[in-house]
């Protein structure tokens, strides 16, 4: 979807005059595109329209195009795409200290319930909150040892049985045993089906009434497809859901389908998960999801990672994104990476192969080889660190100096100048990237 976007919107930019032909090619190709994606096409129609207007209304300007121009509509674009999943007019629910606040978690079986709960479990405990765990999924075998696992290792206080088959009662139960407790967030998980199914329904509202949530969310999975607006629909008639977590959104796809669940329940994405583990639970703005819909959120979300770890990185980020990258950089990044905790997750996102070096060797060995790089690079002079490499390569004893300074081999002296060849190629990318986004995104 991102790149036929993006295709479509630089067709225009490459193309020397933007005239309303020009326009409604675009338009179409947007239109194709998120229908393609699942979107609902009287959400696309909608879009289109207000597309059409918003780029109308430059008109007078159209004998001189030029970069004004081109940067408008893809403005428009990114904005309108925004609006679409941005819900105004709902407050967001935010649980109060010293009193009960009970969250009810919906979805259908496999979107990711029980997990998220867990998450979000987390989420409000590093808060300071005193929170519980409610397992009302009596429908699934095996569900409340999942949900005890989850709790047990997250040390979250949990409650379930393993006798009682009615979801109602174990959930009213467990909601009044917490209370009675003074716990401040009690969550109940509930139980799913493969499909949208009336007892499924019935049971959301049974078990509403019963423990009368603060706060409802559905969770949905960000693969989903033409179901989600049905989907949406139907519990939101059953459990009037005030919050959307998506989740999965690691894998491949870019949660298209989404879009459609907001605008037919009018509700907001609160969270995204992205991945298993119980701190994978990210904040949701509208602008990074696009982003990702767009093709262009992986750097992104390193660039926002980077940014709350309050690293030593201020040359090297603005390097980056001039599209420059010296060896220096590449030093600077490889000590903040091993700063950084656990590799993995940082490693998917670097460019070079350190995500398959990484998969291949393990996150020890990967660490290993970081610090005999950076090793390297404390034995090159400044003027080597500040350059591209190409000295190097120019007078290759430096590198023979460069290896028995270290103690390591020209090999691994020239695998280090390698991989800044790689991020020097991911910093030019992303510097084009950046400049064909309109103003106030993607550089921030
Ligand atoms: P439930 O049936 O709705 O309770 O779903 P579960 O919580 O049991 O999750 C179903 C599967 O999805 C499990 O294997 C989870 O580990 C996985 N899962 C849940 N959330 C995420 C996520 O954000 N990313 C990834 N990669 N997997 C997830
Ligand atoms: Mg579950």
Redesign the pocket.
Known sequence: LGRRINNAVSEVTRSNVVDQNVVDTMLKEISNALMEADVDIKLVIQLRKKLKNKIDIDNDNDKQLGINKKKIIQKAVFDELCDLVNVENVEIFKPKKKQTNVIMFV??????????CTKLAVYYQRRGFKVGMVCA?TF?AGAFD?LKQNATKARIPYYGSYTESDPVKVAFDGVEKFKKEKFEIIIV?TS?RHRQEKELFKEMIEIGEAVKPNQTIM?LDASIGQAAESQANAFKESSNFGAIIL?????HAKGGGAISAVAASKTPIIFI????HIH?LESFTAKQFISKLLGIGDIQGLMEHVKTLNLDQSDSIKNFQEGKFTLKDLQSQMNNILKMGPLSKIAQMLPGGIGDMMNQVGEEETSKRFKRMICIMDSMTKKELESDGSLFIDEPSRIIRVARGSGTSVTEVEAVLLQRNMFARMAQTTKNMQNNLPAGMGKN
């Open positions: 979805g259908l079986q496999g979107s990711g319930k029980t997990t998220t999924d699934r999942q998980d799913g969770v989740t999965k959104m690691d894998g998960g992205t991945g298993e994978d």
